[in-house]
């Protein structure tokens, strides 16, 4: 797994910037949800284009983490980005960085039925769970997907973000959770 460690300079200057160094001293668990962005295949096997191996190191922790909010009668969301053949091209100016031929592959793979679309298979998932399916980095950004009304329907204030790509997906998702309203905490 990557480690990560932040320096006591650091920790020093959010401390004086903030007047404490920890945002949220207390999460109401009901009111919390663990949002596990894009640990689906196309970012994790092996042979597809956007495989993140590190990612894979991460799932015993993603699957303790959803284990303790599920047991403290929080809700886990599993946000999968989702891209098929044929719908609209709004994504135009990304797709001009990518062939024909790869841009027909991330659509195929990411598609409904795709092998890049599942679930990690490790993953421990569960009934209570929700789904939600993006279509953009941000699972919060217009149009992208409904997980806004999905946490405000459950009474959710706090958002913890893991997942794949830190600086891409779930950052993406989490500012954009903090800008609409949610306290909102990386993972």
């Known amino acids: 797994m990557q480690t990560f460690s932040v320096t006591p300079d650091v920790l ?15 999460l109401a668990p009901t ?3 663990l949002l596990v962005v894009d640990m689906q295949n196309y970012f994790m096997a092996e042979g597809e284009p956007a495989c993140c191996p590190p990612a894979r190191d991460i799932v015993p922790n993603v699957n303790a983490l959803a284990a303790k909010v599920r047991v403290t009668g929080g809700l886990v969301v599993w946000i999968q980005t ?6 609209p091209d709004d994504w135009a100016n990304f797709y001009e960085c990518y062939s024909p031929e790869a841009k027909e592959k991330r659509q ?9 679309f ?4 490790t993953l421990v998932t569960a009934p209570q769970d929700a789904r939600v399916i993006k279509t953009r980095y941000s699972a919060f950004i217009q149009g992208s997907s409904n997980v806004e009304e999905v946490l405000r329907g459950r009474g959710i204030e706090t958002v913890l973000v893991a997942g794949v790509a830190t600086n891409v997906c779930c950052e993406s998702t989490a500012r954009d959770a903090m800008m ?8």
């Open 12 to 26: 020093k200057e959010l401390t004086r910037r903030r007047g404490k160094l920890h945002p949220y001293e207390r």
């Open 31 to 33: 009111k919390t949800a």
């Open 82 to 87: 989702e891209a098929k053949p044929g719908t």
């Open 180 to 187: 609409r309203g949610f306290r909102t905490i990386m993972v």
């Open 118 to 121: 599942p679930l990690w298979p």
């Open 108 to 116: 195929e793979n990411l598609a409904h039925d795709g092998s890049g």
